[in-house]
């Protein structure tokens, strides 16, 4: 996330370190990674070190959706889950390929990913730092209104805005919307 960042509502959050509250919506203060916690319902970031990445192939990555073309999203690399604590790096550029989406035909990949959707993704190539979301845990973890940019609500596998009833679709992960990474 970068300052500014809009990372929810304190309708259903509450906002703690590294974030700030205006008008409802809670924003990033900090460049770092959004760390949700179920149980008080919170959201807070953390700050980016300059750690290393030691990425490899098989990783599991949380990234941010930066921008969607034809054949490929990109994805602002955020963190590494498990290998003991989470490790924050700065962001690393990688890319989704249309073939990597999904265990079916993708027809638009504007149907599958949007800009400042945060997902979970994995690593498939280092080189060219490709990432995959095809299985039922990967894939778009958060999404937000392309018309309000109000955290979009998962209902009945739909994506619907709760503010103005839009509906949207995404390649969602299962663990959508519950900050489980
Ligand atoms: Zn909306």
Known sequence: MLPGDLIG???????????FVDKGNIYAATTGI????????????????????????????????T?????????????????????IFNAEQAAIHVSNV???YVKELYYEFSPFDIVKARVIDMRNMRLTTVNKEL??????????????KKDNGKLKCPK??????????SDYGTGII
């Open 34 to 65: 959004v760390k949700i916690n179920n149980k008080e319902r919170s959201i807070s970031i953390t700050p980016v070190t300059n750690t290393p990445p030691n990425l490899q192939v098989g990783d599991i990555v949380i990234g941010q959706v």
């Open 9 to 19: 509502t304190s309708e259903e959050l509450t906002g703690k370190t590294g974030t």
């Open 164 to 173: 103005c009833n839009r509906n949207e679709t995404r390649k969602l992960s």
């Open 139 to 152: 894939g778009v973890m958060k999404a937000y209104c392309g018309n309000c940019r109000t955290a979009l």
């Open 102 to 104: 999904k265990d079916a």
């Open 67 to 87: 921008d969607v073309k034809d054949s490929v999203a990109l994805v602002e690399i955020a963190g590494i889950k498990g290998r003991g604590e989470r490790e």
